[in-house]
């Protein structure tokens, strides 16, 4: 593939909120009898109040808690074509154990956390996610991977006023003020395909692109958003082949877009069929610039391509590599190093998807631990005001100048994205910009 480095000033950073609710559709309908009981006239509001509980269908907000633990629980992929997410959990596992050893947990409760197999499968998320809540009586959910996994049951724990924290997934959907008990964690895919599209109409000019993407929601994101956004231009999607997450062989596809020949190709793909993608797009000899997915950036997903594949691809990201040599010297990079080696479980500290999953447990904490500071009680209620108002400069192993922050109208925390460039050489992604 082409490594056509243009080492530009553009939008290194950029705060997309409007984009990203004006993608937002869907959400429950009103009804003045929905709630039932909910909660009680003590639990319809919250400090804050942006947070709006009349609609609950709980009455109970601190099942989950008690004097000695909070049970959090999630599901995710540790079996199957997708395991290479369960990585995520062992960064946030270690820093949860750290918390509990070192701190005492958050407020003297110890965090007591609880995961089930999913394998990627929706039905089984929605199956998982029924027993957390049912049998285990957890206290809220917390980084279920995948966009079809969290939509499989969002509705039921919206009814239920059930926190869903940080979900692994940058869907728009979670930006639907609509479903207040939902938030997102990575950037949206909205706001990162708009990135790229602003990168061709100001370095390709002219380009016919290419675009091969998941389909279901997840990848449809980027072709619908990339298509928007050059609509009217000079740009030509000339392409658009997609494929079915259970099958991560894309080198059909990618024959059917060669034959096109186009100088762009745009790959909304995630897991296995990341590498798939690049080395089929790298067998064919296309001179194309080649954009793919930030949940295909770590080096499990890297280092799974042939040597050369993925030259040059361009891809965001708001998180520290920890393998860079420009953060050895930074203080949340070495308590990472250095907590994440004491308290991991056959941890690789050099991927960056262990990071992720270390920089949102953060995230977790410093929720909890605001909820009891500003909330006097720490509750459902208390726990959702406090994510919906989260406002850090920095946080966990996110980069400088990427803070964690939402606010009323605002449920995505982060917003601000930093394009990258991958060198076979350095094995890393150099920032552009």
Known sequence: MSTRTTWTRLVGLLAVVALVLAACGGGREDDDDAGGDGGGEETTE????????SECNSADFTTGVD?????????????GTFAAFAEISKGYRAYFDYINAEEGGVDGRQIDFVAEDDAYDATRTANNVAQLIQQDEIFALFNVVGTENNLAFWDDTEEECIPNLFAATGSPNWGNPEYQFTIGSLPAYTTETLLYAE???????????????QNDDFGKTYLDTFKRETEGTDIEVVAEESYSRDNTDVAPQVTSIAAEDPDVIL??????????????????????????SSTCTSPTLV????????????SITAIKDPRDPQWSDDPPMQLYLEKGAEYGDD??????????????????VEVLKAAVEEGGEL??????????????DEIGLSLPGVPVRMGEGDKFPSETLQLMQYSEADELWAFLG
């Open 46 to 53: 919250t400090a804050g109040g942006i947070v709006d509980l």
């Open 67 to 79: 004097d000695t633990s909070i049970k959090i629980g999630s599901s995710f992929p540790q079996s």
């Open 199 to 213: 990168y061709v109409k100001e370095n390709l000019p002219g380009s016919r692109v290419a675009v091969l993407y």
């Open 267 to 292: 790959l909304g793909t995630t897991a296995l069929a990341c590498p798939s993608a690049l080395n089929a797009v790298n067998d064919a000899n296309l001179d194309a610039q080649v954009f793919v």
């Open 303 to 314: 280092g799974l391509a042939e040597p050369g594949a993925a030259e040059g691809a361009i």
């Open 347 to 364: 941890i690789d500290l050099e991927n960056t998807i262990t990071a992720y999953g270390w920089t949102f447990g953060v995230a977790l």
């Open 379 to 392: 509750n459902r209620a208390t726990v959702m005001e406090a994510a919906r108002t989260i406002d850090r």
